[in-house]
């Protein structure tokens, strides 16, 4: 029988081709209950050019497409890289000031035969987990806990893995009166201090201030398709292009696939996506993510704590000798 | 000087901006609307006299208020950063915007360091220059920052920056956004080594400048009305659907708030920060000049071993 794939709901624009073709699948799925073998064969040989299609149209995204998939309302969230890759998920809740911000979620947990401090932003996956985590967009609050995770894992020396899916840190005017800005800053300033290992994964969305608050890390690693940028496509399109609609021109200028963020030495690794983007087969993307985060873990072992430091300011100030010439 | 030599041709942009006399001689005030005479303005620091409102400030002209008899040098990063590193293009390519925007500044970025004496004591200034590119924060500007900051370790110098900035430089995308850990890490270098970082937000204050070092300093200070905040006015009022309170995101709200240690007047600025740095860095009654971090002379007077 050929792949049993869970048959897709959402397909992006310039998936129409697959969608097409799948839904084919699915129908003479349908009419195959009694295991006709020329429906079989016939599944097998759609099968075989969904996966060309697939092959073909992700080899080659433009940076809106990536976009589109960064954000794919089916990509893997970090609630499930945790409950995947973590044992004893230990959640630890509030910034011991005002509130607990469930935009960040974080606490203690094992990774893999080892204790770690885990922080993530987490977008939610229905309408209700959408508001709950505020679409993944932090108030000051949430930040402040991560800081105080991070504190955490010092005392202890933990460490600490970062999972970043955020559009930003969020703008309200709560926010700003309880100092997002400054609350991002101590979150940037609390990732350089720490004399422990920081790994840093951007699954989906790394937008701007809100993504960089958690991913000053030792390793930053980003998944195939994800982006990581200093602002999203539409605000800079309509700042500088003063029109909305130039979001895909602004995208590519932007230049914030993981391909070229690598090339200007701001992340260190790429993650493979399964094929046709980790929305397809989220069990296999967070599979890739947990094999990648143990291997930059290890390389990080028995590094001396004030090493670990130098060598993560170090890496940063010198980000920026690279260019995309 | 007579009237012939004070005249002064208007340039192009004038033309475009609309204003009837040449902005070199008069200057309208943005909030109470008076056309301020510019020797006036001057002379009072370019505050307005009819309504106290702060004017924006060139860096050069910030520097000059600031230390001991104007008499300041500048630190330059050690090396050039790559111009135009993602051959950025909007409606203009930003190579093309760049130089365009040096010729009609005079500077080369959107930041100066300078290091000199303020009221005797030694220090490094950062100021940042809203004239280009609306004082945004790319390469340059934290390489600038970062020279300051080392500078200031090497001569035990006291660090202070003055941010006037609408946040990262766009046109640098993500490498904009890395000069959020990159100047932290200044101030970290900074703060490590003993010695004060004061940060001074004028106007404005935001994006990826207020989410970095701006909000970082030991003691942190605001120009009067000056807007401070992360997020821009107009993406939370289309996010949130209402109207914004009376003086959002204005440095008093910001104090009222608890986010500031003083606002101050840009005529005391000088001398609140003389006062800060020598209570700072003179800690002992005879004003004998202690080196910051070594606790040894003040425990030693207080019969302590030293550390």
Same mark, same amino acid.
């Given at each position: 029988m050929a792949d049993v794939r869970a048959p897709m709901r959402n397909f992006l624009d310039f998936e129409k081709p697959i969608a097409e073709l799948e839904a084919k699948i699915e129908e003479l799925r349908h009419l195959s209950s009694s295991g006709d073998l020329n429906i079989i064969d016939e599944v097998t040989k759609l099968q075989g050019k969904v996966d060309r299609e697939l092959r073909q149209i992700y080899a080659k995204l433009s940076a809106w497409q990536k976009v589109q998939v960064a954000r794919h309302p089916d990509r893997p969230h970090f609630t499930d890289y945790a409950k995947a890759l973590l044992e004893d998920m230990t959640p630890l809740a509030g910034d011991r000031g005002f509130a607990e911000d469930a935009a960040i979620i974080g606490g203690l947990a094992r990774f893999r035969g080892n204790s770690v401090v885990v922080i993530g932003t987490e977008k939610g996956a229905d309408t209700a987990s959408r508001v709950r985590?505020?679409?993944?967009?932090?108030?000051?609050?949430g930040y402040r806990?991560?800081?105080?995770?991070?504190? *955490?894992?010092?005392?202890?020396?933990?460490?600490?893995?970062?999972?970043?899916?955020?559009?930003?840190?969020?703008?309200?005017?709560?926010?700003?009166?309880?100092?997002?800005?400054?609350?991002?800053?101590?979150?940037?300033?609390?990732?350089?201090?720490?004399?422990?290992?920081? *790994?840093?994964?951007?699954?989906?969305e790394g937008g701007s201030g809100g993504a960089i608050a958690l991913a000053a890390g030792n390793t930053v690693l980003m998944l195939e398709h994800a982006i990581y940028s200093v602002i999203s496509p539409e605000g800079c399109a309509s700042i500088l292009w003063r029109r909305a609609d130039q979001a895909q021109v602004a995208a590519e200028a932007l230049r914030l696939t993981a391909q070229d963020l690598k090339k200007l030495g701001v992340i260190d690794r790429i993650v493979p996506e399964p094929l046709g983007g980790a929305h397809r087969e989220p069990e296999k993307a967070v599979a890739a993510v947990g094999d990648a985060l143990e291997a930059a873990l290890n390389a990080l072992r028995g590094i001396e704590g004030g090493v670990l430091r130098a060598r993560r300011r170090e890496k940063f100030l010198e980000i920026g000798q690279k260019g995309l010439a | 000087m007579n009237w012939i030599t004070n005249y002064v041709r208007p340039k192009l942009q004038q033309l475009v $901006?609309?204003?009837?006399?040449?902005?070199?001689?008069?200057? %309208?005030?943005?909030?109470?609307?008076?056309?301020?005479?510019? $020797?006036?303005?001057?002379?009072?620091?370019?505050?307005?006299?009819?309504?106290?409102?702060?004017?924006?400030?060139?860096? @050069?002209?910030?520097?000059?208020?600031?230390?001991?008899?104007?008499?300041?040098?500048?630190?330059?990063?050690p090396a050039e950063v790559l111009l135009d590193p993602l051959c950025f293009r909007d409606r203009k390519r930003y190579a093309d915007r760049l %130089?365009?925007?040096? @010729?009609?500044?005079?500077? %080369?970025?959107?930041?100066? &360091?300078?290091?000199?004496?303020?009221?005797?004591?030694?220090?490094?200034?950062?100021?940042?220059?809203?004239?280009?590119?609306?004082?945004? #924060?790319? #390469?340059?500007?934290?390489?600038?920052?970062?020279?300051?900051?080392? $500078?200031a370790v090497e001569t035990q110098a006291s660090f202070l920056a003055i941010s006037s900035s609408g946040g990262a430089r766009m046109q640098e995308g993500i490498l904009s956004l890395m000069q959020l850990p990159r100047t932290v890490i200044g101030v970290q270098e900074v703060k490590e080594a003993g010695l004060p970082y004061i940060a001074i937000?004028?106007?404005?204050?935001? =994006?990826?400048?207020?989410?970095?070092?701006?909000?970082?300093?030991?003691?942190?200070?605001?120009?009067?009305? @000056?807007?401070? =905040?992360?997020? /821009?006015?107009?993406?939370?009022?289309?996010?949130?659907?209402?109207?914004?309170?009376? /003086?959002?995101?204005?440095?008093?709200?910001? $104090?009222?708030?608890? #986010?500031?240690?003083?606002?101050?007047?840009?005529?005391?600025?000088?001398?609140?920060?003389?006062?800060?740095?020598?209570?700072?860095?003179?800690?002992?009654?005879? /004003?004998?000049? &202690?080196?910051?971090?070594?606790?040894?002379?003040?425990?030693?007077?207080r019969g302590r071993p030293g550390t």
């Open positions: 985590h505020n679409f993944g967009m932090a108030h000051p609050e806990k991560a800081r105080r995770l991070m504190e *955490l894992a010092e005392r202890f020396r933990l460490p600490i893995v970062t999972f970043v899916d955020t559009p930003g840190a969020y703008p309200g005017i709560g926010a700003e009166e309880r100092g997002q800005a400054e609350a991002i800053a101590r979150s940037i300033e609390t990732c350089l201090s720490v004399h422990v290992p920081l *790994l840093s994964v951007v699954i989906g | $901006r609309k204003t009837d006399v040449p902005d070199n001689l008069w200057t %309208k005030c943005p909030k109470c609307e008076q056309m301020l005479y510019h $020797r006036e303005l001057e002379s009072n620091l370019y505050v307005c006299p009819k309504c106290d409102h702060h004017l924006r400030l060139r860096a @050069a002209k910030r520097l000059e208020l600031l230390f001991d008899e104007a008499t300041y040098e500048t630190i330059e990063a %130089k365009e925007t040096q @010729a009609a500044t005079n500077v %080369k970025d959107a930041i100066i &360091v300078g290091e000199g004496r303020i009221g005797g004591l030694s220090a490094v200034v950062a100021v940042f220059d809203f004239e280009f590119m609306g004082g945004s #924060m790319g #390469m340059a500007v934290g390489d600038a920052f970062i020279a300051g900051a080392r $500078r937000l004028a106007d404005p204050t935001t =994006g990826g400048v207020s989410a970095s070092f701006a909000m970082l300093g030991d003691i942190q200070i605001a120009e009067p009305g @000056a807007v401070i =905040g992360f997020a /821009g006015a107009r993406v939370i009022e289309e996010t949130i659907r209402q109207t914004l309170p009376d /003086g959002f995101q204005r440095a008093e709200y910001l $104090r009222d708030k608890g #986010m500031l240690d003083l606002i101050v007047h840009r005529r005391e600025l000088r001398n609140t920060l003389i006062r800060i740095l020598r209570l700072i860095r003179n800690p002992l009654p005879s /004003g004998q000049v &202690v080196k910051i971090g070594d606790a040894g002379a003040w425990n030693a007077k």
